[in-house]
């Protein structure tokens, strides 16, 4: 009885104080009330032992209940299969080199070294999907179409990965963090942004940057050209003047802003090899925070210069009663536009305007560049497919080409896929399970990260036969007819697919266009020189350069 217990406590204290008084007697025999000294120490490590054994036992138990649903020393949210069998026996749970799964992994690597362990687990798991357990987070790592085919489709899984967490104080709630009802409210606000009447006046700014890359190109005297210094200022110039409606060459303080760009992602780059640093706390205390946040103000400041001097055009244009946002469609129309349009409306703040611009700048202009020096890359390696490319295009005229006629190049956008497959701008996708989903007889808990992994599943030689071999004709319809429709994704999928890939696929088509018309492509860096890195987009530790023979006309 409660009772009896305490009568029991309330004598066992007792004893104790009797024992902590003879414990500093100078008599080691003393006695009080029949005890001995000796008696009341054995009579103390009894009680304590017991204390001690039942409250481990009741610990025991806690957390053997508790590791039905966490994986305890890494510490994380376990996941399940939904006919109950063990987890094993559905997906391959990658081992940890310590008892603390796989967090310890990949510390201290370099982004070298992260892309051939990605690598490395596709080959482990025979192309298999595959389960990573690290601090506070399960991964599950798809490498099947079918996989991603369920991700894709999927209403629920439209939340960004945590990885992209990385670059919120750059982009803010822009499109490509958001998630939810604000994602679902911009993805509508921004799509007739790239409607094919904007696309049309696009057109006039790639090709006007497509001549400029040509004559600084002509300034080589058939040199040798570092891709990687040339390609990303023009395309982030065709970018800059899309979104923005200024261009790059006519602002100062523009090459700082290029710096800083660049700057930013390398710092996220280098986060990606530490899971530590993902934490704000962690990069706060230990990492490059004060470069990060200096260049992240940079390019803020930057482009709300930019967006102020636009809006104060846009209220002249308003106050003059020309604001009519149909007929300026039909004339050189940026992005900014659409946004000061919804701004006018209230649908829209400035805070808004400032994240979906940053964003547009970030995603369009490297994932643009890896693109065609990669193309421009396979095309000096192969001969006879820079050919038939030219014979495509040599008698085009640049300057007067509409957009109906660059989606006529079918070999030269069969050649650009072949490179996105081997090559894809964005080498994996993640998103974060916001609650509890059921994926090829898996319950992944909420909280859970899925990595889809392209750049495996696109050299997959299930779905794309000698896959190293750099074949265009694997997109032509009949040789395409039978491949899974989910295993060439370059852009994503789904609700959450690229916006702008149109927009993309004409950028890179004129660009193409222009050098392959004045320019004999020779190889200068191989395949085999190349070491791809991790990060958000394809990243290569080598610089590629390729040679450029001028035409004679």
């Not at 099947?144 to 803010?172: C, H, N």
């Not at 261009?247 to 700082?256: A, F, N, R, T, V």
């Amino acid at each position: 009885s409660i009772k009896n217990l305490y009568v029991f406590f309330s004598n066992q204290n007792a004893n104790i104080l009797i024992a902590h008084k003879y414990l500093f007697s100078s008599d080691s025999q003393a006695t009080h009330n029949g005890f001995s000294y000796s008696n009341l120490c054995k009579m103390a490590f009894i009680i304590f032992f017991a204390i001690f054994s039942i409250f481990t036992f009741i610990i025991a138990l806690y957390l053997k209940r508790l590791s039905k649903d966490y994986y305890l020393w890494a510490p994380c949210k376990r996941l399940k299969t939904v006919d109950g069998s063990r987890l094993s026996e559905k997906v391959y749970v990658v081992p940890g080199t310590t008892v603390f799964g796989n967090n310890f992994d990949i510390l201290g690597s370099t982004p070298e070294t992260i892309f051939l362990w990605c690598r490395e687990l596709y080959r482990r798991t025979n192309g298999k999907s595959y389960i990573l357990n690290f601090f506070r987070v399960s991964v599950y790592s798809i490498t099947s179409p079918e996989d991603v085919q369920e991700v894709f489709q999927s209403q629920t899984l439209i939340t960004k990965g945590v990885i992209y967490e990385l670059a919120r104080p750059f982009l803010g709630d822009g499109l490509l963090v958001s998630s939810d009802q604000h994602w679902h409210d911009r993805r509508k606000l921004l799509t007739p942004a790239f409607h094919f009447n904007i696309l049309q006046s696009f057109i006039e700014v790639f090709k006007n940057e497509s001549l400029k890359l040509i004559k600084s190109i002509k300034a080589e005297a058939n040199g040798v050209v570092n891709l990687h210094d040339l390609i990303p200022e023009f395309t982030l110039n065709n970018v800059c003047e899309t979104a923005l409606g200024v261009s790059l060459d006519d602002i100062p303080g523009s090459k700082e802003y290029r710096r800083s760009i660049h700057n930013l992602e390398l710092v996220m780059v280098n986060r990606l090899c530490n899971p530590l640093m993902y934490y704000e706390t962690m990069f706060y205390l230990f990492g490059d925070h004060k470069k990060f946040y200096r260049d992240v103000k940079v390019a803020h400041d930057f482009s709300s210069m930019i967006i102020e001097k636009k809006r104060e055009e846009f209220k002249s244009r308003q106050r003059a009663g020309k604001l009519d946002e149909q007929a300026n469609k039909r004339k050189r129309y940026a992005m900014l536009d659409t946004l000061f349009y919804a701004e006018a409306r209230g649908v829209i703040d400035h805070q808004g305007i400032c994240d979906e611009v940053n964003t547009f700048m970030f995603e369009g202009y490297d994932t643009t560049s890896v693109c065609v020096i990669f193309t421009l890359l396979n095309l000096a390696l192969h001969q006879d497919i820079q050919e038939k490319c030219y014979q495509e295009v040599q008698n085009l005229d640049l300057t007067t080409l509409s957009i109906f006629e660059f989606n006529q190049l079918e070999y030269l956008e069969r050649v650009i896929k072949e490179v996105l497959r081997l090559y894809p701008s964005v080498p994996f996708i993640a998103r974060h399970c916001a609650q509890t989903t059921e994926i090829n007889g898996l319950i992944l808990p909420p909280d859970t990260e899925i990595n889809i992994h392209i750049f495996d599943i696109m050299r997959d030689e299930r779905h794309f036969p000698d896959p190293l071999r750099f074949d265009p004709d694997r997109f032509l319809p009949e040789n395409s007819v039978n491949r899974h429709p989910f295993a060439f994704v370059p852009f994503s999928a789904g609700s959450r697919n690229c916006i702008g890939q149109k927009f993309a696929m004409l950028e890179i088509k004129a660009i193409l266009v222009g050098i392959l018309q004045n320019f004999q492509l020779l190889p200068v860096t191989t395949l085999e020189e190349i070491n791809f890195e991790n990060g958000l987009v394809l990243r290569t530790k080598e610089n590629v350069k390729v040679q450029m023979i001028k035409r004679k006309k």
